[in-house]
């Protein structure tokens, strides 16, 4: 009786160290990927920096305006180039529902409500220099 007993224990023993290192070793590859990936956020968030640095700089005004200067061929406006409101011409009128076509019989009758039409898109004014361009 005490030697199935001894046996019992030392396996079970056995079993609870083989356990332990395997949960161990396991543990200890977790802690290094989870370093890995915080070396890693560290270095994108240090890049991401750098980045907004940089965007920020680009898109100074004085910059982004000699750059306009340097490579948009840009015009000033003529005023040959307006037109008048006038000289537009006339929004044809959108179709109407067509209400007396035959309804069905089942349907209720309700009024018709037309949808508003939708306003056409303004263009959109061309990009002036707001000073001459310096020679080359």
Known sequence: MIRRSLILWVAL???????LFVVKYEVKTLEEEFARLNREIQRNRDAIHVLRAEWSYLNRP????????????LQPLLTGQMGELKNLPARKPEAAPDIAAAPDADAPKTAAVAKPAKPAPQPKPAAVPVSARPAP
């Not at 023993?13 to 356990?19: D, E, I, L, P, T």
């Not at 004085?62 to 061929?73: G, V």
């Open 13 to 19: 023993a056995a079993m609870v160290s083989v356990a």
């Open 62 to 73: 004085d910059q982004l305006a000699e750059m306009a200067l340097r490579h948009l061929d």
